[in-house]
């Protein structure tokens, strides 16, 4: 509703919001998060996982946003996730929601908590 913004936005290629919803998400299924079907993730873990995320778009800066219940649960991250301090914070069993960016194509993922 600006119509003098201080910035403008561009978007160069294909852009998707839509969301995608995992179901159960634990050792053997639903564990890869992949960017190819969208950027905003929801599912509840079901146990100890090892979470995967790939097909990121290259050339381009990428956010995705996770809302997952039971997070309180053991989860292994992947090792391109830089969490401040070094480990992933202490999440509670209700759902959290962790937004994600990335510019070097999922290289190195930064989480906003």
């Not at 778009?57 to 090792?79: E, K, L, M, S």
């Amino acid at each position: 509703k600006n119509t003098s913004p201080a910035a403008t936005l561009h978007i160069d290629g294909n852009y998707s919001t839509s969301q995608t919803n995992l179901g159960t998400i634990n050792s053997t299924s639903n564990n890869t998060i992949s960017m190819a079907v969208g950027n905003y993730f929801r599912g509840t873990i079901g146990g100890a996982v090892t979470l995967t995320f790939n097909n990121f778009p290259a050339n381009c800066t990428t956010g995705f946003i996770c809302a997952f219940a039971n997070v309180g649960t053991n989860i292994t991250w992947p090792a391109a996730v830089k969490w401040a301090g070094g480990s992933a914070p202490t999440f509670s069993s209700n759902t959290d929601i962790i937004t994600f960016v990335t510019h070097d194509a999922g290289t190195t993922i930064f989480p906003a908590l």
